[in-house]
């Protein structure tokens, strides 16, 4: 059986809470929605991150509110003079520090920045379907004309429904993205 899954690519964001927010842009200050992403949105508002070595200027902030996380590329990692852990979105435990500039302030985060590991939302319904199990890690085959590429350690993460757009999604960053010549929205498929 044909397992397609439909790749989206991550570009660098931040999430913050709301305490977070009330500091860098002002005390009851709201993000404006930009754009509705599946289980949430871009926001107008925008960081600055500043490192020891360097700073990356208009990051996205994605809303709605909830914990402080910063997902960067290795590339970018690179330019901050960084090694951020591969890790799964919200297990933030020990990562790296970064300071963030906003209009009204700024905030040195001890913990918070990560490199994002490629993973695959997927529902219930269609993980039944595709013969995949929660925390499974699969190789995904994704063709593109001149850089056909498998990615392995994909991890699966279940979810009743799938809240970020089609019911199997596999996000990767812009590194992962240009190393397999992806250019917007494609297809992959579980290969194994
Ligand atoms: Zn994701």
């Known amino acids: 059986m044909e397992r397609k899954i439909f790749v989206d690519i991550s570009a660098r964001h931040v999430h913050l809470t709301r305490e977070n927010m009330d500091v860098l842009f002002g005390k009851g200050s709201e993000l ?14 925008r960081v600055t991150l500043v490192s020891q ?8 902030i994605l809303g709605p ?17 960084m090694q951020p852990p591969i890790r799964i979105s919200g297990n933030t435990k020990g990562s790296a520090p970064i300071k963030l500039v906003g209009p009204a302030g700024e905030l040195d985060i001890e913990e918070g920045v990560i490199v994002a590991k490629r993973h695959i939302h997927i ?11 929660n925390g499974q890690e699969v190789k995904v085959r994704v063709e593109t004309p001149d850089r056909t590429l498998v990615f392995e350690d994909v ?3 279940i979810q009743a429904e799938a809240p970020f757009g089609p019911p199997a999604t596999m996000h990767i ?20």
């Not at 509110?65 to 003079?81: C, H, N, P, W």
């Not at 219930?124 to 013969?131: H, I, K, L, R, S």
């Open 53 to 60: 070595k360097d700073t990356l200027q208009n990051v996205t």
């Open 155 to 157: 991890l699966c993460r």
């Open 173 to 192: 960053d812009t590194d992962e993205a240009n190393a397999s010549g992806i250019v917007g929205s494609t297809y992959g498929y579980i290969v194994d």
């Open 123 to 133: 529902s219930q319904v269609v993980a039944d379907e595709y013969g995949i199990v």
């Open 65 to 81: 509110f909830r914990y402080t996380q910063v997902e960067i590329s290795m590339t970018d990692a690179r330019k901050l003079g």
């Open 32 to 45: 404006t929605v930009k754009k509705m992403l599946g289980g949430g949105f871009a926001a107008e508002e």
